[in-house]
């Protein structure tokens, strides 16, 4: 894979993109990373890339010429076209199946965005897709770059050193992921689940599956909506409940485990 990112800062991508999983990936020939700095391709003497908005209001906006030219010359000089995204907080909310979706792209485009916001005329022409990390706003669309590749570069078939470690993450399935141990066997008093230590591997597994069900329904209970569980899965989410139940759990928490 190959992604270029446009950005008027591209030095904030020297540190996370140089460590880690990514960086193992670069060395590897996985996935090849290019900084492409906006401003290089400003209309202007003073090297502006925003101004004021037609109609009046706050702030500065960025302007189409810089970026169009931009996106021209990374067109012209590699081959393919590329899926253009805009970091945005009015876009599409970033989850593990657009990361895998993604995943399977030759080439991305990512925009940065700065300022009050970008002239909609690149929205409307060079745009594929807008995506947002959360219902916040950010200085810039930097790190919602870095997020995103992180995300996407992980799910690169021989990136990670398991096929099974992505499959088995949270979200992988819809479910916030099982807990995990290893050795010592006891720490200050805290020991490792007697199941993890039996060998029986068909205990161990039931015993993740509830674990993993018990997570998503105490901490993120609207995932199970759409989470496409099993049979086997209903029968563990409806003891689950009645234990919490019968724990005095609240009500709105058990409640929403029925559905």
């Given at each position: 894979m190959h992604i270029d990112i446009?950005?008027?800062f591209p030095e904030m991508f020297e540190g996370p993109f140089d460590a880690s999983i990514i960086k193992r990936a670069r060395e590897k020939g996985l996935v090849a990373i290019d900084y492409i700095n906006i401003r290089d391709y400003s209309q202007n003497k003073h090297n502006t890339v925003d101004d004021t908005p037609y109609g009046g209001g706050a702030g500065m906006v960025m302007a189409a010429g810089p970026v169009f030219e931009a996106v021209d010359h990374i067109k012209s000089s590699r081959p393919g076209t590329g899926k253009l995204i805009y970091l945005s907080p009015a876009g599409r909310k970033l989850n593990q199946q657009t990361a895998r979706e993604l995943s399977g792209e030759e080439r991305l485009i990512l925009l940065?965005?700065?300022?009050?916001?970008?002239?909609q005329?690149?929205?409307?022409?060079?745009?594929?897709?807008?995506i947002s990390i959360g219902d916040?706003?950010?200085t810039g669309g930097e790190l919602p770059a870095m997020v995103l590749v992180d995300a996407v570069v992980r799910l690169i078939?021989?990136?990670?050193?398991?096929?099974?470690?992505?499959?088995?993450?949270?979200?992988?399935?819809?479910?916030l992921e099982y807990p995990h141990y290893t050795k010592p066997r006891e720490y200050r008093g805290?020991?490792?689940?007697?199941?993890?230590?039996?060998?029986?591997?068909?205990?161990?597994?039931?015993?993740?599956?509830?674990?993993?069900?018990?997570?998503?329904?105490?901490?993120?209970?609207?995932?199970?909506a759409t989470a496409g569980l099993t049979d086997e899965d209903r029968i563990i989410l409806k003891g689950i409940v009645l234990e919490l139940e019968g724990l005095g759990l609240p009500e709105d928490i058990t409640r929403k485990k029925r559905r």
């Open positions: 446009l950005t008027l940065c965005g700065h300022y009050e916001g970008m002239d005329r690149v929205r409307d022409e060079l745009v594929d897709d807008e916040y706003v950010l078939p021989g990136v990670l050193g398991e096929t099974a470690s992505a499959e088995e993450e949270s979200f992988s399935d819809g479910l805290l020991p490792v689940p007697e199941v993890l230590l039996n060998g029986h591997h068909e205990q161990i597994r039931l015993w993740r599956r509830r674990q993993s069900l018990l997570k998503t329904l105490q901490s993120r209970p609207e995932l199970l």
